[in-house]
């Protein structure tokens, strides 16, 4: 087997580090800590922003920065300081609004790790995530605002990143095509939605951006996930890992398969390349 030395591991959350109930797993929970431990910095790598993360991982002892809205934020925990910053252009983000306003989306947009909406969109939160077991988790950050375009008026230079939930993946795969013209990263974080960020920037170039303010390269990544929005640090770390509920595109990027989020295939493997 390939000698790794790992000195920075990124974790997507849902659908790796959680199983299918939301849980982490003792074995996981411990695996980290082992690797933190060993002065190895595990972090979330999350399409989410800071105040949405959950306490029971970026809680955990060791856990020093957080990757957020796919890359375009990676934080101090302790300090709050941004040791890296990629927003999305003004006219870039004003034309996306632009361009999902013309489909059947819920647009919203992260903004200094908060999440804003249109009010139409907030009043009809139900509509649109009743169904997916996310209202609760997005109505306790998400903020109203008058317009799409006005999110982006109100906040210039801070926009990391816009999402948006459709009814359907085929009108989901419409908008893609819509927005192909413009120098942004669009990927999914499950079938009918759709994240933007700016151009070259993903959770891959996020934590090959903090391992080099902490002194590494690219051969000292680990990364872990299972859907698209992973598949650039899966493909840019020293190890990518899939794990074994990954989407195909994402295992074929791999350089190993692990377990399924559901047999602690995080904490398996932790353990057979860092502990």
């Given at each position: 087997m390939k000698r790794y030395d790992i000195k920075v591991i990124g974790l997507d959350l849902d659908g790796t580090v959680f199983d299918d109930r939301k849980n982490i797993s003792p074995r996981t929970i411990a695996a980290i800590q082992a690797a933190a431990q060993k002065g190895v910095a595990v972090l979330p790598a999350t399409g989410r922003f800071l105040v949405g993360l959950p306490q029971s991982f970026v809680g955990l002892p060791g856990v020093q920065y957080a990757l957020t809205s796919?890359?375009?934020?990676?934080?101090?925990?302790?300090?709050?300081?941004?040791?890296?910053?990629?927003?999305?252009?003004?006219?870039?983000?004003?034309?996306?609004?632009?361009?999902?306003?013309?489909?059947?989306?819920?647009?919203?947009?992260?903004?200094?790790?908060?999440?804003?909406?249109?009010?139409?969109?907030?009043?009809?939160?139900?509509?649109?995530?009743?169904?997916?077991?996310?209202?609760?988790?997005?109505?306790?950050?998400?903020?109203?605002?008058?317009?799409?375009?006005?999110?982006?008026q109100a906040h210039l230079g801070h926009v990391e990143k816009i999402s948006g939930i459709f009814h359907s993946v085929e009108e989901r795969n419409r908008a893609a095509?819509?927005?192909?013209?413009?120098?942004?990263?669009?990927?999914?974080?499950?079938?009918?939605?759709?994240?933007?960020?700016?151009?070259?920037?993903?959770?891959?170039?996020?934590?090959?951006?903090?391992?080099?303010?902490?002194?590494?390269?690219?051969?000292?990544?680990?990364?872990?996930?299972?859907?698209?929005n992973d598949l650039a640090m899966i493909q840019k770390a020293g190890l990518g890992v899939a794990m074994g509920n990954a989407s195909e595109d994402v295992k074929q990027a791999a350089d190993y398969i692990t377990l399924t989020n559901n047999e602690d295939g995080v904490a398996a493997a932790i353990e057979k390349f860092v502990l």
């Amino acid at each position: 087997m390939k000698r790794y030395d790992i000195k920075v591991i990124g974790l997507d959350l849902d659908g790796t580090v959680f199983d299918d109930r939301k849980n982490i797993s003792p074995r996981t929970i411990a695996a980290i800590q082992a690797a933190a431990q060993k002065g190895v910095a595990v972090l979330p790598a999350t399409g989410r922003f800071l105040v949405g993360l959950p306490q029971s991982f970026v809680g955990l002892p060791g856990v020093q920065y957080a990757l957020t809205s796919n890359g375009a934020v990676v934080t101090e925990l302790a300090t709050g300081k941004k040791l890296v910053s990629q927003m999305l252009p003004d006219d870039t983000a004003a034309e996306i609004m632009r361009i999902l306003a013309g489909f059947s989306c819920a647009a919203n947009a992260f903004i200094d790790d908060c999440g804003y909406a249109s009010n139409a969109v907030y009043a009809q939160l139900n509509e649109w995530y009743g169904n997916t077991g996310l209202e609760s988790y997005v109505r306790s950050f998400l903020h109203p605002e008058l317009s799409p375009l006005g999110i982006v008026q109100a906040h210039l230079g801070h926009v990391e990143k816009i999402s948006g939930i459709f009814h359907s993946v085929e009108e989901r795969n419409r908008a893609a095509a819509a927005l192909s013209a413009l120098p942004c990263e669009v990927c999914s974080s499950f079938p009918n939605n759709i994240e933007i960020s700016a151009k070259g920037v993903d959770k891959g170039e996020g934590l090959l951006q903090l391992a080099r303010v902490l002194g590494w390269g690219p051969e000292n990544v680990m990364a872990c996930g299972d859907s698209s929005n992973d598949l650039a640090m899966i493909q840019k770390a020293g190890l990518g890992v899939a794990m074994g509920n990954a989407s195909e595109d994402v295992k074929q990027a791999a350089d190993y398969i692990t377990l399924t989020n559901n047999e602690d295939g995080v904490a398996a493997a932790i353990e057979k390349f860092v502990l």
